[in-house]
């Protein structure tokens, strides 16, 4: 079945930094852009990052913009979040989410549509 | 784009209709999902392009819009039904999501 698992996540001291994965199984992952979605806690959820499906282009929310890396390696099925300079306000649970439609051959905006699978989060604590 | 989703929180009975809104601060067309979220658990598509409903969705939860204005619905509001519901728009980047509508039995 489709599966994502995100790990990584963990607590650091600000200005540090972390990397998250996510593994995907149970669909063609290279045909799929992919996002990460965060939700501090108590707070409603907040886009964070898009990366294509054939990793030529990534956009980020203006709050992590400089700060977080968005990357792919599709020969492992994974999906990365490298977070830099980390921030108190950057606590959350990160989530990535498939795209409901498969970008490969499409329109390029297939790459950011809307999220039908998501995984079941890891929990970055910000704290010193 | 803006995501104004009302109410914050409700309360209703058991069986009862249960309408939620969220306005765009621009066009949209019809690219809106709502998401259902329980307290640990990960976001869960309820409906897709506005108003398509998900695989696996029960057909109490109804979805209608387009343009700036959107509506999600329960028919019989139901026990499991108790989570936050979430509009989110993916006209555009940055993607962005409503509030939240946190759904309690009364």
């Known amino acids: 079945q489709v599966q994502l698992v995100e790990s990584g996540g963990g607590v650091v001291q600000p200005g540090r930094s972390l990397r998250l994965s996510c593994a995907a199984s149970?669909?063609?992952?290279?045909?799929?852009?992919m996002h990460w979605v965060r939700q501090a806690p108590g707070k409603g959820l907040e886009w964070v990052a898009v990366i294509w499906y054939d990793e030529n282009n990534h956009y980020y929310a203006d709050s992590v913009k400089g700060r977080f890396t968005i990357s792919r390696d599709n020969s492992k099925n994974t999906l990365y979040l490298q977070m830099n300079s980390l921030r108190a306000e950057d606590t959350a649970v990160y989530y990535c989410?498939?795209?409901?439609?498969?970008?490969?051959?499409?329109?390029?905006?297939?790459?950011?549509?809307?999220?039908?699978?998501w995984g079941q989060g890891t929990t970055v604590t910000v704290s010193s | 784009i803006q995501m104004t989703q009302s109410p914050s929180s409700l309360s209703a009975s058991v069986g009862a209709r249960v309408t939620i809104t969220c306005q765009a601060s621009q066009d949209i067309s019809h690219y809106l999902n709502w998401y259902q979220q329980k307290p640990g658990k990960a976001p869960k598509l309820l409906i897709y392009d506005a108003s398509n409903l998900e695989i696996g969705v029960p057909s109490r939860f109804s979805g209608s819009g387009s343009g700036t204005a959107f509506t999600f619905t329960i028919s019989s509001l139901q026990p499991e039904d108790i989570a936050t519901y979430y509009c989110h728009q993916y006209d555009d980047l940055p993607l962005t999501f409503g509030g939240g509508t946190k759904v309690e039995i009364k």
């Open positions: 989410a498939r795209p409901g439609i498969a970008a490969a051959g499409n329109v390029a905006t297939y790459n950011y549509y809307g999220m039908d699978v």
């Open positions: 149970g669909f063609p992952f290279s045909s799929y852009g």
